[in-house]
């Protein structure tokens, strides 16, 4: 008799509607642009806001009039760095050989390029990764920079230019 009443209440409290006071509603885009509604607030999210008396059942839709919904492009931005070598720098090679390390924030996505350019031009084709080894660079002065490219190959990003001075012991 106990467990009856006991279920029977249960049932009641889970049956009864939920006031918009206590009912919360959030929305935000997610990584592709897409909103995303929730009961579960998140960082970026906002709340929306209901009209006082409504009680939202799950027959009814939210009105969305309000909401901007058009997709928005994320632009993130991106941070390029050369940390090797330090601008400046003497490279004491005899075979002209000079290794390259960068750096990019935030995290380097798939799809993401990196183009090296040696004294203004390409050298050779963008990569996967911002470590280059280069061979047989003349001695003198060099400039190097890193270009940052998304998947059409455009720059979305660029390191300051840094500049080496190729040392190369002379043969003659």
Known sequence: ?????????LGITLAAPVHPQTAKIYVWRNEKGVLVFSDSPRASAEEVKTKPGNIIQSSTSIDTEVLDITPQEMIEKYEVVINTPKNNATIRDNTGSIYIAGGIKPRFKPGLEVQLLLDGKPHKKPQKHSMFSLRDIERGEHKIKMLLLDEE??????SESVTFYMHRASTH
């Open 1 to 9: 008799m106990i467990k009856l009443l006991l279920l029977t209440l």
């Open 153 to 158: 190959g455009k720059v979305i990003a660029s």
